[in-house]
């Protein structure tokens, strides 16, 4: 068991570090708007408590209301068609067909053409000899070249 204790308190020395700064900069500000939320305050005068008159005005906007119901509606309407639309294109990849293939296709450049246009600037700026330019300013600075992707 004394193994086990020190283990925890050897755990909580390095967490608690974390713990602390997590805190101090999410759940401070968390409970500081949380307690705003009750006040009637303007930055220029000292907060005034005022309880729940802040939430009843706003569930009495009609503008918040509808504000309310259509982003409820938009998140129900995307969540639903994303779903949707990835278990079909999950079924049409997974058949061996023409189509599968150019769906796979479709769906797989772009996340290849980043890298692969990543990887055509850093082999130019990593050119060997002077036509790179990393190895340019190398020699303007008269250190010479280097093959950069060579042995």
Do not use: C, H, Q
């Not at 307690?35 to 009843?56: A, Q, R, V």
């Not at 995307?78 to 296709?105: M, N």
């Amino acid at each position: 068991m004394p193994k086990v204790r020190g283990d925890f308190l050897y755990l909580i020395s390095f967490l608690s570090p974390v713990i602390i700064v997590f805190s101090l900069f999410y759940y401070y500000p968390l409970a500081l708007d949380f307690y705003y939320s009750f006040t009637d305050w303007n930055l220029l005068t000292t907060p005034k408590f005022i309880g729940f008159e802040n939430y009843l005005r706003l569930f009495s906007d009609e503008i918040f209301i509808k504000s309310l119901v259509l982003t409820s509606v938009y998140v129900i309407v995307v969540l639903l068609g994303s779903i949707f639309i990835g278990l079909v294109l999950s079924f049409v990849i997974d058949r061996p067909t023409k189509l599968a293939t150019l769906t796979r296709i479709v769906i797989f450049i772009p996340y290849v053409i980043p890298d692969v246009a990543a990887a055509a600037i850093w082999s130019i700026v990593f050119a060997p000899g002077p036509s790179g330019y990393v190895n340019y300013l190398l020699s303007k600075i008269g250190l010479g070249t280097y093959s950069w992707f060579l042995d």
